[in-house]
């Protein structure tokens, strides 16, 4: 069996000072967003997994992922930035998507400055050797 050189991946960066529960709830929202939004679906490369009595264990990508922790907002910020100067396709999730209705969290996110945006994380998909090198200031979260 070859095993494929894969030239891509995902990578999430969280905030570690907030709550853990939060930064699942922000996470699953990324994900989502970020694969509902990616112009070519098929470059995420979703499959499915068969296991041995022949359940199937759809949608998961070949691609790693990758969750890094950040200190805070600002680097998660400063990212953010080099990610679009980059041209790297991203989801970001702040604050202000939290509480309230759907309504209220984007009226919220409208009537917010962006350098005043608290920023629970930020999830990627791009060359490996670009985002590494984006994120390398950054640890692994344990």
Same mark, same amino acid.
């Given at each position: !069996? &070859? &095993?494929?050189?894969? &030239?891509?991946?995902?990578?999430?960066?969280?905030?570690?000072?907030? *709550?853990?529960?939060? $930064? !699942? =709830?922000?996470?699953?929202? !990324?994900?989502?967003?970020? /694969?509902?939004?990616? *112009?070519?679906?098929?470059?995420?490369?979703?499959? /499915?997994?068969?296991?041995?009595?022949?359940?199937?264990? +759809?949608?998961? /990508?070949?691609? %790693?992922?990758?969750?890094?922790?950040?200190? =805070?907002?600002?680097?998660?910020?400063?990212?953010?930035?080099?990610?679009?100067?980059? =041209?790297?396709?991203?989801?970001?999730?702040?604050?202000? !998507?939290?509480?309230?209705?759907?309504?209220?969290? +984007?009226?919220? &996110? +409208?009537?917010? %400055?962006?350098?005043?945006?608290?920023?629970?994380?930020?999830?990627?998909?791009?060359? +490996?050797?670009? $985002?590494?090198?984006?994120?390398?200031?950054? /640890?692994?979260?344990?």
């Amino acid at each position: !069996m &070859t &095993t494929e050189n894969l &030239t891509h991946k995902f990578v999430a960066v969280l905030n570690e000072k907030i *709550p853990v529960g939060s $930064l !699942m =709830n922000a996470l699953a929202h !990324m994900s989502a967003g970020l /694969s509902a939004s990616f *112009p070519d679906i098929s470059a995420l490369r979703f499959d /499915s997994y068969i296991d041995r009595d022949g359940g199937e264990h +759809k949608s998961i /990508s070949d691609h %790693p992922f990758i969750i890094l922790k950040a200190e =805070n907002s600002n680097q998660i910020r400063n990212l953010r930035q080099e990610l679009i100067s980059n =041209n790297i396709h991203f989801v970001d999730f702040t604050s202000t !998507m939290t509480v309230g209705t759907y309504q209220e969290q +984007k009226d919220r &996110t +409208k009537q917010t %400055p962006e350098a005043e945006l608290e920023y629970y994380g930020i999830c990627m998909f791009g060359d +490996k050797i670009l $985002l590494s090198q984006l994120t390398r200031k950054f /640890s692994l979260w344990r």
